[in-house]
Structures are given as C-alpha cells and as structure tokens.
C-alpha cells in the first residue's frame, strides 16, 4: 500500500521558519514528481510547490515564491517543504502529493497519490 506521510507542522510566530517532511513508500520514489498543496479552513485547496522526479525543476506559487523551499531527498525517500517568513496567511493544513506523470499533472492537482495532511498554524 502506497503512503505519503507528512509531519513537521505546527504553531509558529509569523516571521517564524517550519520544515515540512513528506515520508514515501511509493517506489521508485525517484521517478515520481511530487509537490504540496494547502487548504486553508473555508477555501478549497491550492498549489503550493512542486519538484521535478530529479529535483532539477521546482515550481512556486506566486504567494510563496522567495519564501518557501521545495527539495527531496531520493535516497531516503522523502520530501520537503522548509518555510520561511511565514505569514498568518500561510496557516492551512499542507498536503503532499506524488504523479508518476509529470511535474504538470501534478501542479494542476492530478495526482496519483496523497498525503493525509499536517495543519500549520501561523500566529499573529
């Protein structure tokens, strides 16, 4: 059964830094594309970040870009999301997500595999 398993949320300060992991047990993990997405309460999901199966190409949204670092780690398997400058606009619930297809199926929310999620909060 394939699991992506998200931790490192929490409550922070806005100007304060979160480091998000995404644990995969989709394999090979290195030929997927995989990236996270937000939902904060009352609104419907959005495109956060997403990276390439070889890291070599990262995509931002426009809210995040210069703040937010997408990177992975192939060998171990895992994701990251590593937040800076956050803002009370930020708090939502962060998924992460993988497509075995492309980079461009997955920014647009076509994704074969999701996380349960892992609630970021930023206070004011």
């Known amino acids: 059964q394939v699991q992506l398993v998200e931790s490192g949320g929490g409550l922070v300060q806005a100007g304060g830094s979160l480091r998000l992991s995404c644990a995969a047990s989709?394999?090979?993990?290195?030929?997927?594309?995989m990236g996270w997405f937000r939902q904060a309460p009352g609104k419907g999901r959005e495109f956060v970040a997403a990276?390439?199966?070889?890291?070599?190409?990262?995509y931002y949204a426009d809210s995040v870009k210069g703040r937010f670092t997408i990177s992975r780690d192939n060998a171990k398997n895992t994701g990251y999301l590593q937040m800076n400058k956050l803002k009370p606009e930020d708090t939502a619930v962060y998924y992460c997500?993988?497509?075995?297809?492309?980079?461009?199926?997955?920014?647009?929310?076509?994704?074969?595999?999701w996380g349960q999620g892992t609630q970021v909060t930023v206070s004011s």
């Open positions: 997500a993988a497509d075995g297809r492309s980079t461009s199926r997955l920014r647009i929310g076509e994704c074969d595999y």
């Open positions: 990276i390439s199966w070889s890291g070599a190409n990262t």
């Open positions: 989709v394999r090979p993990f290195s030929q997927y594309a």
